[in-house]
């Protein structure tokens, strides 16, 4: 409740206000405190009721020992008297800010001494009077003293920040948790400023703390390993792999991809997750680096330290066109089959084939088709495309001939005998991976902040991994059918797997028939009959079931393209009466128990707080919350518990009367990076790196987006050359300068010239 303060005049005319509050609650002089913390804690009581904030001042010494003491306003003091002349002409050193001030030089304050031969002290003197207005009570909250943040207000916006958010909405959220600005401690200012003081304590230092503290993960935790390069005093590049990473690429690193994203960190160092699929059909990392620059000696650098932490080769590595890192991964790993993204490739089209070819034909589903058609050979795939490209004239396409050179690298029929070469046929997963820590971090960030990120990253993660793996081992999926089979199959794959197996199982009983079967030398040869939803027949496949050692295969080749039976084989295992999946046929990246149970400890998370005080925080904040929660219906406990936790606050004070060290700013935020002060610097964070990902927020369009803005546009009819195309007969290609039609051109020199104008 508020209290108007008394307002009077001195007989010279001056104001002055005396605080209204009772008198057993105001300072006297001869009172005599135990301690210099009590007299504190009194007179910033007694200020808050009245309605002015106070601070600690002069401390007069003789030889040493303390004689006097002063708590005084906050206003007390006199304001800087920095004018300036306004006829002087010279520009000033500095700018000088065009601010209020609060001071007023007024003279209420305390003043005490010490008591002899204690640690006591006794007030001698009390100044009541204040020389300005007083503070409503309701308006407290914005005073100098009520503004100063927590530990649990710092520890909020540091975690806010690490997860995305900054200073302002991590205020705005605090306000709305807690029911209003009045119960935030802070304003915007104070927690954007707290923000600041984070990345200042990090500082020049921030390369040298990163690297001591993975240097310190490698000594104290289990199988974590990393790398890094210095040269001539800047960090290059750093590589970083802990034990969980490890043990899902043992699992699941048969297939990675990997590529480069930016402005995930201020100093412009380019991200590159390794990214893989694991036995939910999620995304999983098995590894990141941060590299100067995108050359062939930075990604070799790279690779090999990856190499080194997981010391196995995958089967198939996939990256994008960049020619720096097709270089690498043939230098580094040799045991693997390097596979472009298809994605990077068959975007092209727009802008590398003539425009009409493309809007006016079939050309573009055909190229589809035909590139994306995973059942067809090789042998196949040359045949109909050289049929493709003579029926459309693009044999002297440059770009069509130089893809079809390296159609071994992209096309997914020269993959069709590797196993799981359909696992990813894109980097769409390094894309969502990339644009799951762009979620978390940000352009401006610290390396030590984009650890923390990072961090928080690979937090959620491994929580929707846990999550899955949970409903997995707790829940029992709907049968679509009454065979056996598909109840084997739920009990020894994942949910996710098992609706596509479920799937295939389905399809096997009411889309799949038996035409024939056949022995022959030892094999039992079963012709299957693939119908579509209108009983039309799609194909006939091929299930060659071997009698002396129970192996199967079908023509489809669908268990060696994504590790799992097809629906072909389900139909001849149904014909044979098999009601399990043989176990050399259940892939071991696809079971639900293939990771060890330590991967799922508390022990292993990155927020896990392996810290003892940290434990004891959190389980004192969770037991005040469920006590809370379990008296909020009932005013009378309600108000005993508040009178309790008040007696409590007391007794804790009394034991901690003054602000421990701990709670320093700079312990503060190593307390919560978890990173500390480095006793030397020898690696500086790089600058001036350019890359392709660093310029201004103004994005480069390529030729290819152009083409496909070009194909959006609505089509009207070019009287020139007649037909319905984007353009006009003003600018129509087929007029010459002069204004008169050019002859006719063949569709080939048309393709030609859009081609080249590409």
Request: with cysteine; net charge positive; glycine share 6%.
């Amino acid at each position: 409740m508020a209290v108007t303060p008394n307002f009077y005049h001195s007989p010279r005319g001056t104001k002055y206000w005396i605080p209204n509050v009772p008198t057993p609650l105001k300072p006297a002089t001869g009172m005599v405190f135990g301690r210099w913390e009590d007299a504190v804690t009194l007179y910033q009581d007694y200020a808050q009721r009245a309605g002015f904030d106070i601070r600690l001042s002069t401390i007069a010494r003789y030889k040493g020992v303390i004689t006097h003491r002063y708590i005084v306003c906050s206003r007390f003091g006199n304001p800087n008297s920095n004018t300036g002349d306004s006829m002087d002409v010279t520009p000033a050193s500095s700018k000088q800010r065009n601010s209020s001030f609060k001071v007023t030089d007024c003279q209420a304050c305390i003043k005490l001494k010490p008591v002899k031969g204690t640690e006591g002290y006794s007030i001698y003197k009390f100044i009541e009077p204040h020389n300005h207005g007083l503070v409503d009570v309701d308006n407290m909250d914005l005073t100098r003293g009520r503004r100063q943040l927590t530990f649990t207000e710092q520890e909020f916006i540091h975690k806010a920040q690490t997860s995305g958010f900054g200073a302002t909405v991590s205020h705005r959220m605090q306000a709305s948790l807690k029911g209003g600005e009045h119960l935030v401690r802070g304003t915007k200012t104070d927690h954007k400023n707290f923000a600041r003081d984070i990345r200042e304590f990090i500082g020049e230092r921030d390369a040298q703390m990163v690297i001591d503290k993975l240097n310190g993960n490698m000594l104290h935790l289990e199988n974590f390993y990393f790398n890094h390069t210095v040269v001539n005093g800047e960090l290059r590049s750093l590589f970083w792999v802990d034990d969980i990473c490890k043990c899902n690429y043992n699992a699941f690193g048969d297939v990675v991809a990997f590529d480069a994203t930016y402005d995930t960190n201020k100093y412009n160092m380019i991200f590159v997750p390794f990214t893989g699929v694991d036995n939910h059909q999620k995304c999983v990392t098995f590894g990141a680096g941060l590299l100067y620059n995108e050359t062939i000696e930075s990604f070799t650098w790279l690779l090999d330290s990856f190499l080194k932490a997981h010391v196995k080769h995958p089967r198939i590595v996939l990256t994008d066109q960049d020619a720096a890192m097709k270089q690498a991964v043939s230098s580094v790993f040799t045991e693997s089959t390097h596979r472009l993204c298809m994605w990077h490739v068959t975007k092209k089209l727009p802008a590398k084939v003539c425009g009409d070819k493309l809007e006016n034909t079939d050309l573009r589903s055909r190229i589809h088709k035909l590139v994306w058609n995973v059942f067809i050979k090789p042998s196949t795939f040359e045949s109909r495309w050289k049929d493709l490209m003579d029926e459309f004239d693009l044999g002297d396409n440059n770009w069509l001939n130089d893809m079809f050179e390296i159609r071994d690298q992209w096309v997914p029929a020269y993959f069709r005998d590797l196993p799981m070469c359909c696992l990813m046929k894109t980097t769409s997963r390094c894309e969502s991976s990339n644009s799951l820590f762009k979620v978390y971090s940000s352009s401006g960030n610290t390396l030590v902040q984009f650890m923390l990120c990072y961090e928080n990253t690979l937090n959620a993660q491994r929580f929707e991994h846990r999550r899955l793996q949970y409903e997995t081992t707790t829940t029992s999926p709907k049968m679509l059918t009454s065979l056996p089979i598909e109840r084997h199959a739920s009990y020894i794959y994942t949910h996710n797997l098992f609706k596509e197996v479920q799937k295939e199982i389905h399809k096997g009983l009411y889309s799949c028939g038996l035409d024939r079967v056949e022995t022959v030398d030892g094999c039992r040869i079963s012709f299957v009959n693939h119908h579509d939803k209108s009983k039309g027949l799609v194909g006939e496949f091929k299930v060659t079931f071997t009698l002396n050692d129970g192996t199967i295969e079908c023509s489809c080749r669908g268990f060696t393209r994504i590790g799992y039976l097809c629906r072909h084989i389900f139909c001849v295992f149904r014909n044979m009466n098999i009601d399990v999946i043989p176990d050399q046929y259940v892939a071991s990246r696809w079971r639900h128990d293939v990771l060890p149970p330590k991967i799922f400890s508390i022990d292993v998370r990155y927020s896990g707080g392996r810290d003892e005080k940290t434990i004891k925080r959190q389980e004192a904040t969770t037991l005040f919350n469920e006590c809370a929660d379990r008296v909020r219906g009932d005013l009378e406990n309600l108000i005993d518990f508040v009178e309790d936790m008040r007696m409590l606050k007391e007794k804790i004070y009394q034991a901690i009367p003054e602000k421990p060290a701990y709670n320093s700013k700079a312990v503060v935020i190593s307390d919560l990076t978890g990173y500390s002060e480095p006793e030397s610097v020898t690696a500086t964070a790089p600058k001036g790196i350019r890359n392709k990902g660093c310029g201004t927020s103004r994005r480069l369009i390529g030729p290819g987006e152009k083409a496909v803005e070009r194909s959006q546009k609505p089509k009207r009819l070019c009287r020139t050359c007649f037909t319905y195309t984007t353009h006009d007969s003003r600018n129509c290609k087929a007029k010459d300068p002069k204004g008169k039609k050019k002859a006719k051109k063949s569709s080939n020199s048309k393709g030609k010239g859009a081609q080249d104008d590409a």
